[in-house]
């Protein structure tokens, strides 16, 4: 079984609009400063797999087809070896 | 694709019905007004479209938007029908949550975002006809102007990395926001789409994805019936009229 981390972030390029209202509010915190701000989301998931290479060729295939879209985002993942069940 | 079902002249429209969808009802509705029109459900989970000559993908809230709209229903098993359908010509129209399933399964361009000001839409909207050799939209005029409801939080259309110059260049973009007088301008733009677009088409012109309802306005007594020239055009082109 391995642990693995997804990040999903929208392209450079793309525009993100969470992002830029979240950026519109920034000054009402006294954070003026606070620039390019962009959105994704964090995905933690198990898999199995024989090997790590495996288990990385099977979470990439998840990425690219559900997890992320890659028409508007970019996605990398961290994988570790969990403990057996 | 196009021949009829022997004596019966009706042309048979297949509702895709997703957990989650809410529009299915008005969809059926509306295509019931018309007397060449046998609209039905289709279950999500059918691997047969029953004879469908058109299929409509409604509008909704699919598998409750979960991961992105039309992320999930685009794995719905009656999903893979559908493309085989429309890779061999078959008329497909997605409606607002449909658009959105279309755009996640790469039977039309880009992609749909959240909003511009992250607001939900909930209004009248004035669109411009941008081409009509289309199946979808024969029986308008190029430049018209019409008037369909909006209903959505994620309609701000992007290319992504599909690209936006081929896809204006192909004429692609059958529908854009504009204001009263036809004006494809910034103000007029409900939700920050990439060049105003509210509805766009695949290289083979027989799938259209558009975030307005035009299913909503096809009768007097709700307020309009602007959307049943884009139906009837439908059953024009299935009908060889």
């Known amino acids: 079984m391995y642990k693995v981390s997804v990040y999903v972030t929208p392209k450079a390029g793309v525009v993100d609009p969470q992002g830029a209202v979240i950026e519109r509010a920034m000054p009402a915190l006294g954070h003026s400063g606070a620039a390019n701000i962009r959105v994704g989301r964090y995905i933690t998931l198990e898999v199995p797999g024989a090997d790590p290479d495996s288990a990385k060729a099977d979470v990439d295939d998840m990425c690219r087809k559900l997890l992320a879209n890659p028409i508007i985002e970019d996605y990398r993942f961290e994988i570790t070896a969990g403990e057996e069940a | 694709m196009t021949q009829g079902t022997g004596s019966s002249k009706k042309v048979r429209f297949g509702v895709v019905v997703f957990p989650g969808s809410n529009c299915e009802y008005d969809a059926v509705h509306a295509l019931s007004t018309f007397p060449e029109a046998d609209p039905y459900y289709l279950w999500h989970k059918d691997r047969?479209?029953?004879g469908?000559?058109?299929?409509?993908l409604p509008g909704g809230f699919s598998y409750g938007d979960y991961l992105r709209t039309g992320a999930i229903a685009r794995f719905s098993p009656i999903m893979q029908e559908v493309a085989a359908f429309a890779a061999d010509g078959g008329l497909v129209l997605g409606i607002c949550n449909g658009f959105q399933t279309l755009a996640e399964a790469h039977l039309l361009h880009g992609a749909l975002r959240r909003?511009?000001?992250?607001?939900?839409?909930?209004?009248?909207?004035?669109?411009?006809?941008?081409?009509t050799d289309t199946p979808f939209t024969s029986r308008l005029r190029v430049g018209q102007v019409i008037q369909v409801p909006l209903n959505h939080n994620e309609g701000n259309w992007t290319a992504?990395?599909?690209?936006?110059?081929?896809?204006?260049?192909?004429?692609?973009?059958?529908?854009?926001?504009?204001d009263a007088e036809g004006r494809v301008t910034d103000a007029a733009n409900p939700n920050g789409a990439t060049d105003n677009v509210a509805g766009i088409l695949n290289e083979g012109c027989n799938v259209l994805g558009m975030m307005p309802h035009p299913e909503r306005v096809c009768e007097e007594i709700v307020g309009g019936i602007d959307g049943r020239a884009l139906f009837q055009s439908m059953i024009d082109h299935v009908l060889g009229g």
Do not use: M, T, W
């Open chain 2, 160 to 178: 992504g990395s599909d690209h936006l110059q081929e896809i204006e260049d192909g004429g692609l973009v059958a529908l854009r926001y504009c």
């Open chain 2, 115 to 131: 909003n511009r000001g992250l607001r939900f839409i909930c209004h009248p909207q004035y669109l411009r006809v941008e081409r």
């Open chain 2, 52 to 56: 469908a000559q058109c299929i409509v």
């Open chain 2, 48 to 50: 047969d479209l029953k």
